[in-house]
């Protein structure tokens, strides 16, 4: 990236950090914000973090309009524009980082007994609202049913902090200490998607081929993530 100019689009802290770092591999960062600046959204250290690089352009009420592909079908050229005075730029980039948050893939558990927050993230651990006794702290409000990693509400959105509650699920598996099901086998919902033909979560199901789909998945009972 030494010689590259890369669009980095977002306002939040995580694309202020990306902004920063990259400041310091690529010779132009272009930072697209679709709001009137970065005050609302990003902190203070890292806003004026921002404002010290000079290779850094902050362009804010500005959106990416279209991306073209060259002759080899990778990005060519970036077009953006400016919401407020409609004023547009072509710019050859071949780098584009988006930070513009996540939705929850947790569509199929509408039917299930797992509850969520109000934007579709799982709920877990006192964040439930089950009149049951106190749950650990990634058990959903399903017995023997789990959620790590982004799909959870609350969660930390770091790859580095899924991978560590996906440890401890499999942890406590394996030492046998997790509720158990209806069979009396430990159960546990960690990574892909899947439910049953009647609708309702299959908690004892192994559901590889849906793992690349999703933000949950099965784990098979006893099995360590």
């Not at 959204?41 to 279209?66: C, G, K, P």
């Not at 406590?172 to 009396?184: H, I, K, P, V, Y």
């Amino acid at each position: 990236l030494e010689q590259a100019e890369v669009v980095v689009v977002g306002g939040g802290n995580s694309a202020g950090q990306a902004v920063v770092y990259l400041a310091s591999q690529a010779a132009k960062v272009w930072m697209l914000v679709r709001g009137p600046g970065l005050e609302a959204t990003m902190s203070r250290y890292l806003i004026d973090r921002i404002r010290a690089q000079s290779n850094v352009e902050v362009l804010s009420s500005t959106e990416i309009e279209r991306v073209e592909a060259g002759e080899n079908k990778s990005l060519a050229q970036v077009v953006w524009r400016n919401r407020q005075t409609g004023e547009g730029w072509n710019k050859p980039i071949r780098h584009v980082f988006l930070f513009i948050g996540a939705l929850p893939r947790t569509e199929f558990l509408v039917s299930c007994a797992v509850e969520m927050d109000p934007k579709g993230f799982i709920l877990t651990g006192q964040d439930d609202h089950s009149s049951e006794k106190a749950r650990l702290s990634l058990m959903t409000s399903t017995a023997g049913v789990f959620a790590i990693g982004d799909v959870r509400s609350g969660s930390t959105k770091r790859v580095a902090a899924a991978v560590g509650e996906g440890a401890a699920v499999g942890a406590d598996l394996a030492a046998g200490e997790l509720l158990q099901g209806d069979d009396g086998a430990p159960v546990a919902l960690v990574q892909g998607d899947h439910v049953g033909e009647d609708g309702g979560l299959r908690r004892h199901d192994v559901v590889a081929q849906h793992a690349g789909e999703g933000l949950l998945a099965h784990v098979l009972p006893g099995a360590r993530p």
